[in-house]
Antibody, heavy 117, light 108 residues
Framework: EVQLVESGGGLVQPGGSLRLSCAAS????????MNWVRQAPGRGLEWVSY????????YYADSVKGRFIISRDNAKNSLYVQMNSLRHEDTAVYYC??????????WGQGTLVTVSS | EIMLTQSPATLSLSPGERVTLSCRAS??????LAWYQQKPGQAPRLLIY???NRATGIPARFSGSGSGTDFTLTISSLEPEDFAVYYC??????????FGGGTKVEIK
C-alpha cells in the first residue's frame, strides 16, 4: 500500500524557517517524481514545488521561488522542503504527492504550517 | 500560462441526482486533464486522469469527458459519500502545475 506521511509542521514567526519531511513507503520511491502542494485555510489547492526522481529537475511556484528548497533522499525514501523567510500567506496545510503519468496520484494526509507572531 | 475555471462554485443537490461539473481551460490543454475529490479534513483523491480514465478503485458512476478547452466530470447518481469539493488539474507542463478553483457539491 502506498503511504506518504508528512511531518515537521507547526507554528513559526514571520521571517522564520521550517523544514517539512515526507516519508514514503509501499512503492519504489526512487522511481517517482514528487510534488509539494499546499492549501491555505478555506482555500483551494496550490502547487508549490516539484522534484524529479533523480533530483535532476526541480521547479518552484513563483510565490515560493528563492525562499523554499525542495530535496529528496532516495536512500531514506524521504522528500523534504526547507521553507525560509516565511510569510503569513504561507500558512497552509502542506501535502506531499507522488507523480504518475504527469499527475499527482497519491497524497499524504498533510501537515499544517502556521506563520504568525 | 494555463488557467482552469470551474463552474459552478457550489452545487446543491440530493442523493441520487446526476451531477455535471465543468472545467474550462485557457488555452487548450488537449486531453491532459484530471479530476480530484476532496472531503473536509482529507487529502485530495485522484478520480480521473487524461480526461476520461478512472483511477484505481474509483467507482464507475464517475466519468469524465471533453477535450481542448471544455471538460466535464459526471457523477451518474450521487451517493452520500460524494458530497465534497472537486478540483480539475492540468497535467504537468513544467515549470508549473495548475489547479482549478474547485466546485463544492453540497447536500440540498
Amino acid at each position: 500500500e502506498v503511504q506518504l506521511v508528512e511531518s515537521g509542521g507547526g507554528l513559526v514567526q514571520p521571517g522564520g524557517s521550517l523544514r517539512l519531511s515526507c516519508a514514503a513507503s509501499g512503492f519504489t520511491f526512487s522511481s517517482y517524481s514528487m510534488n509539494w502542494v499546499r492549501q491555505a485555510p478555506g482555500r483551494g489547492l496550490e502547487w508549490v514545488s516539484y522534484i524529479s526522481s533523480s533530483s535532476n529537475s526541480i521547479y518552484y511556484a513563483d510565490s515560493v521561488k528563492g525562499r523554499f528548497i525542495i530535496s529528496r533522499d532516495n536512500a531514506k525514501n524521504s522528500l523534504y522542503v526547507q521553507m525560509n523567510s516565511l510569510r503569513h500567506e504561507d500558512t497552509a496545510v502542506y501535502y506531499c504527492a507522488r507523480v504518475r503519468l504527469g499527475y499527482p496520484d497519491y497524497w499524504g494526509q498533510g501537515t499544517l504550517v502556521t506563520v504568525s507572531s | 500560462e494555463i488557467m482552469l475555471t470551474q463552474s459552478p462554485a457550489t452545487l446543491s443537490l440530493s442523493p441520487g441526482e446526476r451531477v455535471t461539473l465543468s472545467c474550462r481551460a485557457s488555452p487548450s490543454v488537449s486531453s491532459y486533464l484530471a479530476w480530484y475529490q476532496q472531503k473536509p479534513g482529507q487529502a485530495p483523491r485522484l478520480l480521473i486522469y487524461d480526461t476520461s480514465n478512472r483511477a484505481t478503485g474509483i467507482p464507475a458512476r464517475f466519468s469524465g469527458s471533453g477535450s481542448g478547452t471544455d471538460f466535464t466530470l459526471t457523477i451518474s447518481s450521487l451517493e452520500p459519500e460524494d458530497f465534497a469539493v472537486y478540483y480539475c488539474l492540468r497535467r504537468s507542463t513544467w515549470p508549473s502545475l495548475t489547479f482549478g478553483g474547485g466546485t463544492k457539491v453540497e447536500i440540498k
